[in-house]
């Protein structure tokens, strides 16, 4: 069978095509009962819009990439953090009726096509996640002039805006809670220095040490689980008097958990341990831990209506989302 054409709409709604166009790409210029009498002959007929022609009319795509500066086997891993991000900001770009396209783009290679697409036209904007140091990819879409919104705040300097959890005052929090348990010597397993979360939640505990007249006690994991297992078993090697340690995310905190436990070191009696983010798996380890809730979902939420807002004008200034500690028994 044929497919229904806009002219076919047209006629069945007694309108002229440019009428039957108006209505189909949203105009508002249209009177209630002519645009009523147009959507039921698209009902009737059962008619789809051309997805090419109306880009033209519209010069929109209603397309959205999801860039994740990340190798697929991370992305796909057990960190929960990529997979509520995607599904959430998906499950907000579906609502508005758009259409997500994943990109992952862990090399120069990967970002140079991810920038020909973009500079193809093939998306209205982009949502960049995970950058690491000095990624291109912010200023090189910064210049393409397409509007960008990125999941935390840009490890470059770039004038695009960013939707942020609060890393520096929720990591403070979180050690605030060791130094008031009365813990004297508190370690940190910190993430990647190249990131800006890893950066600030080191920060966050440098901070309250220095307050607090007790001395830095650092090693550096990759935010897995694995990371944090060595990292945790080269703090007990440099300093095995220790008696807690803060750890930069829940899945490195898993893994020192795991190094404490092989050890023989009993958390919390002989060693406390507070993570960062609240992953499910934190309700569930042994003990429970202690950590800093981080709102993915409404971080998600919140990229998305930034990027939308664009669109229309809107405001680009950055949103920072509040942490929330949440007390478990290791700590």
Known sequence: MRRPTLEAVAARAGVSRATASRVVNGQTT?????????????????????????????????????????????????????????????????AANKQVVLMLASNAKSHARV???????????????????????????SRLRVPVVSYGRPAVPVDIPFVDNDNVGGAEAGVRRLVEIGRRRIATIAGPQDMIAGQDRLAGYRNVLRDSDRRSIVAVGDFTRESGAIAMRQLLGDDPSLDAVFVAND???????????QAGRRVPDDVAVVGFDDIEAAKYTEPPLTTLRHPVIDQAAAMVKLLLGLFDGGPADPVILPTELVIRESA
């Open 30 to 94: 249209v009177a209630p009962h002519i645009r009523d009498a147009v959507l039921q002959a698209i009902d009737e007929l059962g008619y789809v819009p051309n997805s090419a022609a109306r880009s033209l009319v519209t010069q929109r795509t209603d397309s959205i990439a999801l860039v994740i500066s990340e190798p697929g086997t991370r992305v796909f891993s057990e960190d929960p953090l990529f997979s509520t991000a995607i599904r959430s900001a998906s499950m907000e770009l579906e």
């Open 115 to 141: 920038e020909r697409y973009i500079a193809g036209g093939h998306v209205d904007g982009v949502m960049l996640i995970s950058m690491h140091g000095a990624d291109p990819l912010p200023a090189a879409l």
């Open 251 to 261: 899945l490195m905190a898993v893994g020192a958990l795991q190094s404490l436990r």
